[in-house]
């Protein structure tokens, strides 16, 4: 999955570096030594065969050559941005701004520089800026997006990726991504579509699968959604998250021994994985293996100690083992961590004490 | 080719006779080279016989002459069924199954009566689809209007059957969520014991035990043990005390059995089976019960009154009975104990005409515990419950597989709670015959919860974790706060035997009236949710203690603890007036402590020479100064009540505390409300 990520990046960064910068000089055209048009050329090549060192010295010497020369102080912070230099590189962009204002690449470019370094608002500032600067800028709504989606700010981060498929409407990331916005605002029909359409554009997408059988669960597409788990595994077998989740949706098919295969097969994949021992507790308690259920979700805990939800099953495991003071202990503990039905659970049961507030 | 298909058909005639069971008669033909065994065999079939065809037929008697028989015979068909017989008559019902099931394949045409034998002991052993089948080769037998005789059955009896094979087949394909534990050795035996009753606060059970040691040391002509006496324990913490025999006068040579026991443990209803069957009631005086007393004629009849069960606060009785009037066999009705009223007729949603028996009413005084024959039964009697709101009983519910059997459950209790039940059953793993199981109600399934995760952005692909939410959960608890504790002197800490009145505060009118136990002090008060209590405790040459419960309709489950002293009338001494309720931020006297200023008016006039201080107390929310003036203002509303209603103002005095003197730290809400109060000190006598 990361290395999809990176991919990405580097791709995105690499094609939005190169919109960023202006056209090459035509030097022979232009008279006297040019000596900062030659370096700042050949940094732009060194640059585009992704050797950022030499690239790095030529804009130097571009920018000795000409200390108001704004494209060179661009793609100078961009090549530090490269060289994960970003302290220097947002030097350079601010430099690149105070000569040249309005220029849209730079306000994306030290906006990437911004996040970088986990500075959101003035990330999300910048692209914005951008925007202004070239309202059709596609990378541009789609990174703000992302940052708006992050911040949990769903509706603003749909109205981005919206403004990115408009600038760009084969931009399969932004039909993705708004897919998941809209899934986040529970319009999960709307979110099916955006998926099926990020998958048309690019049929290797393939957490969009993952993400349609969320939604089609939501709106109680149960058989589809199983659909897309196995076409997802049949292409990606080694993701654990998977395989948890469709093991998720055979347990709400009430299909608990598939549940279990999958929940164990997620936890063959990587066995500090709490979720799938969390849920594969969950299955064995359907199954009235108490026993089992118990060890998974003590398992779970091993690994999270602060899981709230694993503890309530054990609670659940454990009344059914007999170990009533266990079991109220559990949980209480649940409720402490947050699941307050822990606190109803235990009352119910009649446990001893007070309940937690 | 016609020939030939006849010898394949003889042939396969011939492979199959040998296979088949026969039916062997006890006959020297069969049996010649063992005449003294057959001679022998052929005395106990006929001793056997004169017990089994006798009327009625002594089927307890008839069996081990019938088992001696088979035991030198096992493939007779007709022998086999009348060992079924005698089982299916028998505590062992399910014991019938084997033999029936061998006469059946012994004797392939086997009658109406035997399918229906057969019928029954699969019923009685949950082999529904199987019990169908034979139910529905069994014609009716016998004279169908004579009731009772053993022999005969109806076409109504079989499709009675037939029915509630298919309720078992429904009930058993969703068993109810429960544990069910044997009481263990403390509590049975190797004899019968059933008929368990516990207070509210499950610290005290009786039951009914067949155990040797009996008083009077009887033992059942019909084989069932010795004669009933009645077992006491107490709940210590983690198990039972050993059950301890009553002894006289609740016990006596003859059957004693438990029919009820009030929430508070403090009277008994017991069972005698003179007059056809009457109800009588104990009481417990200090650490000893007294002799059962007859109820009175509006419900001991001549006719049999079999169970019996208290409202919480001990005003009215549920009980069974067969008297002229009823839907048919037993019903439950309902009677004011110290009124003139006539016993009412529970009503068609609760008796059927098949019998009712075994009622419970709940400390929370609407859910209803019962037995029957008619409902929705599996076979025999199950147990059923019932609410009372709105006016009316909720449609019977069973209680469900595994607690209801084919066979008859009855005699269900549980505690206050809800949480637990007791009954008898004779089930595998017991310690011998019926012994007292205690039922724990597990509620609705505990739904697990799982958590996922998705890779919302594309760019990212980071995983985000899904929000699963854990559903709701009924929390289906008995509506009724259980308030129990001891009565003591304040100052030697003795028990105290104490008068305890519970008031209504909306009406002003008492409820019901208890007592503390004089030997233990020990008192218990069940008070179902939806009244607002005032609950005074006195006793003469005390001054009254007043507590008060207001207990919102739908209030869930509480058992509190207090522990009640009792102050003698000295200078000095403080007494808190929990039922004197003012408007909120006002020195208004709310009509709810009329029964608490009367109370204290009362005293004052029956002692004459007393002088009191009213004392108001608040909280600390709020300014220092206004609370101060509230106090002062509600005292003084307390004093001018009471000159009001003629006591002389010289004798009494107001006075406001305002914050300063709180009974505990004003941290919690808890707390403020007890801080918020009005109390009085006694300044002469």
């Known amino acids: ?357 | 080719m016609p020939s030939l298909n006849r010898l394949l058909i003889l042939l396969l005639l011939a492979a199959a006779l040998p296979v088949a069971a026969q039916s062997t008669a006890f006959t020297k033909d069969n049996f010649g080279d063992n005449k003294e065994g057959l001679r022998e065999a052929l005395r106990e079939l006929k001793t056997g016989d004169e017990e089994y065809r006798a009327d009625p037929p002594r089927y307890a008697q008839a069996l081990p002459h019938f088992l001696a028989a088979q035991t030198f015979n096992p493939n007779n068909a007709a022998l086999n069924v009348k060992i079924g017989d005698c089982y299916l008559n028998s505590a062992t019902k399910t014991a019938a199954l084997p033999y029936l099931r061998k006469a059946a394949k012994l004797d392939v045409t086997a009658d109406a009566r035997t399918h229906y034998l057969l019928a029954r002991a699969l019923h009685l052993s949950a082999k529904w689809t199987e019990a169908i089948g034979e139910y529905q080769q069994a014609k009716p037998v016998g004279n169908n209007t004579r009731n009772g005789d053993a022999q005969s059955f109806t076409a109504n009896d079989l499709q009675r059957r037939m029915l509630e094979c298919r309720n078992g087949q429904k009930l058993m394909a969703r068993p109810a969520r429960v544990f069910i534990d044997n009481a263990g050795p403390e509590l049975n035996s190797s004899a019968s014991d059933y008929g368990p009753v516990v207070s509210a606060d499950e610290s005290t059970i009786l039951i009914t035990s067949r155990r040797a040691g009996s008083t009077g040391g009887k033992k059942d002509p019909e084989g069932n043990g010795f004669f009933e006496d009645i077992y006491q324990a107490t709940w210590r913490g983690k198990a039972w005390s050993a059950a301890a025999n009553l002894g006289a006068p609740v016990n006596t040579d003859d059957h004693n059995a438990t029919v009820g026991l009030a929430p508070d443990g403090q009277r008994m209803l017991v069972y005698a089976g003179t007059n056809g069957g009457d109800l009588l009631e104990a009481t417990l005086g200090g650490a000893t019960w007294d002799k059962p007393r007859r109820l009175n004629s509006r419900i001991n009849t001549n006719s049999h009154e079999t169970s019996a069960s208290y409202s919480p606060d001990g005003r009215l009785l549920y009980f069974v009975s067969d008297r002229d009037g009823g839907a048919g066999g037993s019903d439950i009705y309902k009677v004011d104990l110290a009124g003139k009223n006539t016993p009412v007729n529970l009503g068609p949603v609760i008796n059927t005409a098949y019998g009712e028996e075994g009622v419970f009413m709940q400390p929370d005084g609407k859910t209803m515990f019962f037995s029957s024959e008619g409902h929705n039964s599996m076979g025999g009697y199950d147990i059923f419950k019932s609410v009372y709101e709105n006016g009316k009983w909720s449609e019977p519910e069973n209680l469900g597989w595994p607690i209801n059997t084919p066979d008859d459950d009855v005699f269900f209790v549980t505690s206050a709670s809800g949480r637990h039940g007791y009954y008898s059953s004779d089930r595998p793993g017991g310690l011998g015959a019926k012994d007292i199981y205690r039922i724990t109600f597990l509620g609705p399934e505990k739904q697990p919860v799982l958590n996922e995760e998705d890779q919302l952005l594309a760019s990212r692909l980071a995983p985000v974790k899904q929000a699963v939410l854990a559903p709701a959960v009924a929390v289906a608890t008995a509506q009724v706060t259980i308030l129990k504790g001891t009565v003591t002197d304040d100052a030697t800490h003795q028990p105290l035997d104490a008068a305890i009145d519970l008031i209504d505060n909306t009406s002003g009118q008492t409820i019901a009236n208890f007592r503390s136990n004089a030997t233990s002090g020990r008192y218990l008060v069940s008070l179902p949710s939806g009244t607002n209590y005032g609950i005074v405790v006195r006793q003469d040459s005390y001054l009254f203690h007043s507590e008060n419960f207001d207990l919102p309709a739908g209030a869930a489950f509480a058992e509190v603890v207090k522990d009640i002293p009792l102050k003698r009338l000295e200078i000095g001494t403080t007494i808190v007036l929990r039922n004197i309720f003012f408007d909120t931020g006002k020195a208004t006297l709310r009509p709810e402590s009329t029964a608490e200023l009367e109370r204290l008016q009362k005293l004052l006039t029956e002692t004459p020479a007393l002088k009191l201080e009213m004392a108001g107390h608040t909280d600390d929310v709020g300014d220092a100064a206004m609370n101060q003036d509230l106090s002062q203002r509600r005292a003084q509303a307390v004093v001018a009540y009471l000159t009001q209603h003629g006591v002389a103002a010289a004798r009494l005095t107001a006075a406001g505390y305002g914050e300063t003197k709180p009974e505990a730290p004003n941290t919690t809400k808890a707390n403020r409300q007890l801080n918020r109060r009005t109390e009085f000190k006694v300044t002469a006598k």
């Open chain 1, 1 to 357: 999955m990361m290395q999809n990520a990176l991919l990405f990046l580097v791709l995105v960064g690499t094609s939005f570096a190169a919109q960023a910068q202006v056209d090459t000089v035509r030097a022979s055209t232009l008279p006297g030594p040019q000596l900062a048009e030659k370096a700042y050329n050949s940094g732009l090549v060194s640059f585009n065969q992704q050797r950022y060192p030499a690239a790095l010295a030529s804009f130097d010497q571009a920018i000795a050559a000409k200390p108001d020369f704004a494209a060179a102080y661009t793609n100078r912070a961009g090549t530090r941005y490269e060289l994960k230099e970003y302290p220097q590189a947002l030097t350079d962009y601010d430099q690149a701004l105070k000569l040249e204002p309005s220029n849209y690449a730079s306000y994306f470019g030290r906006a990437r520089a911004h996040e970088a370094q986990d500075h959101l608002a003035e990330a999300e500032q910048d692209y914005s800026e951008a925007l202004k600067a070239k309202p059709d800028y596609g990378p541009a709504w789609y990174n703000r997006g992302v940052l708006r989606f992050e911040k949990g700010n769903y509706q603003a981060a749909r109205d981005d990726f919206d403004g990115a498929i408009k600038a760009d409407p084969k931009l399969a990331y932004a039909y993705h991504d708004r897919a998941s916005a809209q899934q986040r605002l529970n319009n999960y029909a709307a979110a099916t579509q955006d998926y099926t359409q990020a998958l048309a554009l690019q049929p290797d997408l393939l957490s969009a699968l993952l993400n349609r059988a969320t939604a089609e669960r939501h709106t109680g597409q149960l058989p589809q959604a199983l659909k897309d788990y196995d076409a997802y595994l049949a292409r990606k077998s080694d993701n654990a998250l998977a395989f948890n989740n469709r093991g998720g949706a055979r347990f709400e098919n009430k299909d608990y021994a598939g549940a279990i295969a999958d929940f164990s097969q997620a936890l063959q994949l990587d066995a500090k994985y709490a979720y799938a021992w969390n849920n594969r507790a969950a299955g064995q308690l359907k199954l009235e293996k108490y026993t089992d259920a118990a060890a998974d979700a003590s398992a779970a805990i091993k690994l999270k100690p602060d899981y709230a939800e694993a503890y309530l099953n054990r609670g659940h495991a454990r009344e059914m083992l007999r170990q009533a003071e266990e079991a109220c202990q559990d949980w209480r503990k649940a409720a402490e961590l947050g699941l307050t039905v822990g606190n109803s659970y235990a009352a119910a049961a009649g446990c001893a004490g007070e309940t937690a507030e």
